[in-house]
């Protein structure tokens, strides 16, 4: 079949090379895709935004299956869009996508469905916002209730703080209608982790759980970014910790969305903080993770277009998925200046020679190719990812592979997948 994936960063790179694998795909898409991807498929140059242009293409090339990535279209309902043209797509039609584009509507749904979440006020005026931060005398967390690319949410550990965060979202409008609408919550401690299931509308299937890194700076210091690294198995999560999480979370959520008349089909992220007190949700991403995905899919034995196709066909319950036992981690390389202003251009060098370990494989984000050169064009522009015996064994071979990549102003962190290590590993 023929099979179009809808994104251009490295969440998407490791998607088409686990897709290009499949047996089931003799032709694969990625629209717009970037220079890792064109490695797997065929780059099309239509924006992943450009829902109608996308619909039209997939329609013309008889595409028997859309996979989407990014937040954006689903929550702009190209799922939807695309189901209408006969295109069977993978993702959350927009109205189940609102359990991310609307964080107000997630934390509803989390009390209706009494999942633990951090206790939480939402606010449409800023007075209102402003005099009930002022009345807190702990850390709060102020977060725009739309889609900011990951950026919109601010931990406070002073309430004035907080009172700028507001005013910055819902005055200045700093991610423009995003912040119409705050949450307000109480700041959780613990240790975070990503939770991605498989979701048909009814069945769950639960992957191998994952840690994001979300602050630019090492030992989580530094304002939020997409994410600088992520690595799978998170032994925070045990076995006990990963039933809690499926029975408490993951099921009442997918069942909460059923009784609602919109069912939740494609992947579900929960975003967990593991508190002393259990598992207690974050945020609910409607997508794959960025960067989870990659050290997640460097583990799937199994073909993901099959999955995909019965995450469409409502016959997960069948799936039964292989994973390599090894660990994986992700060192994310960035542009320097990111995720404030950085420049774009450079010339990247050394990604065969990481790549020469078997074990390695470098997902490219934000790179496009030019006469032949691979240049960065974004602020997260590689993913360096490796397999392991152990996650410090996996953790050393993505550090000595991103060594020997180099572009200007190449920025990483150095400490990711330290806190499994400290946990003792595995
Ligand atoms: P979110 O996009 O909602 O997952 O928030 C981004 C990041 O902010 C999370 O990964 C956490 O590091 C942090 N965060 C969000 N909500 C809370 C909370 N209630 N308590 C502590 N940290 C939080
Ligand atoms: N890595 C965080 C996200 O995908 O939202």
Not at 12 to 26: F, I, R, T, Y
Not at 45 to 74: M, N, T, Y
Not at 244 to 252: A, Q, S
Not at 306 to 316: D, P, W
Request: hydrophobic fraction near 40%; aromatic fraction near 6%; charged fraction near 25%.
């Amino acid at each position: 079949m023929k099979v179009l994936v809808v994104g251009g960063g490295g969440r998407e790179h490791s998607l088409a090379w686990k897709l290009g694998q499949s047996k089931e795909v003799d032709k694969l898409y990625i629209a717009p895709g970037n220079a890792g991807t064109a490695k797997c498929g065929e780059n099309v140059s239509i924006s992943a935004d450009d829902i109608e242009g996308l619909v039209k293409f997939g329609r013309d090339k008889q595409i028997a299956l859309a996979v989407i990535g990014p937040e954006a279209p689903l929550a702009a309902g190209i799922v939807d869009a695309f189901e209408a043209s006969g295109i069977k797509a993978f993702g959350p039609s927009a109205s189940a996508a609102k359990l991310e584009s609307d964080k107000a509507f997630a934390k509803q749904m989390m009390r209706r469905c009494s999942i633990s979440t951090a206790e939480g006020r939402i606010f449409d005026r800023y007075e209102e916002a402003k005099s009930y931060i002022a009345s807190r005398d702990e850390a709060v967390v102020v977060k725009a209730a739309g889609l900011a690319a990951g950026k919109g949410v601010f931990v406070c550990d002073d309430p004035a703080d907080g009172i700028l965060a507001a005013e910055k979202i819902m005055c200045d409008k700093l991610f423009g209608e995003a912040g119409d609408k705050i949450i307000v919550e109480d700041k959780l401690l613990g240790e975070e982790a990503s939770i991605l299931a498989f979701v048909d509308g009814r069945n769950i299937y639960v992957m191998e759980s994952s840690q994001d890194h979300k602050p630019i700076g090492d030992g989580d210091t530094g304002p939020n970014t997409g994410g600088m690294g992520a690595y799978s198995p998170a032994p925070v999560v045990t076995d006990e910790m990963m039933e809690k999480i499926t029975g408490e979370i993951l099921v009442p959520i997918v069942d909460g969305m059923n009784r609602l008349g919109t069912p939740y089909k494609g992947v579900l992220y929960a975003g967990l903080m593991i508190t002393a007190g259990g598992p207690r949700v974050l945020e609910f991403n409607v997508r794959f993770g960025d960067p989870e995905t990659q050290p997640i899919l460097m583990r799937l034995k199994s073909d993901l277009a099959e999955v995909c196709l019965s995450v469409c066909e409502g016959t997960l319950s069948e799936a039964n998925l292989e994973w390599d036992e090894r660990a994986s981690v992700c060192v994310v390389m960035a542009s320097g200046g990111y995720p404030g202003k950085y420049e774009k251009g450079k010339k990247i060098t050394g990604i065969e020679e990481a790549e020469r370990d078997k074990d390695v494989i470098v997902f490219q984000a934000g790179t496009t190719e030019k006469e032949g050169e691979i240049l960065t064009s974004g602020g997260r522009v590689l993913g360096v990812t490796a397999l392991g015996d152990t996650i410090s064994d996996a953790k050393g071979r993505a550090y000595e592979a991103a060594g020997k990549i180099n572009f200007e102003g190449a920025y990483y962190r150095n400490d990711i997948a330290d806190k499994a290590i400290w946990r003792g590993d595995k």
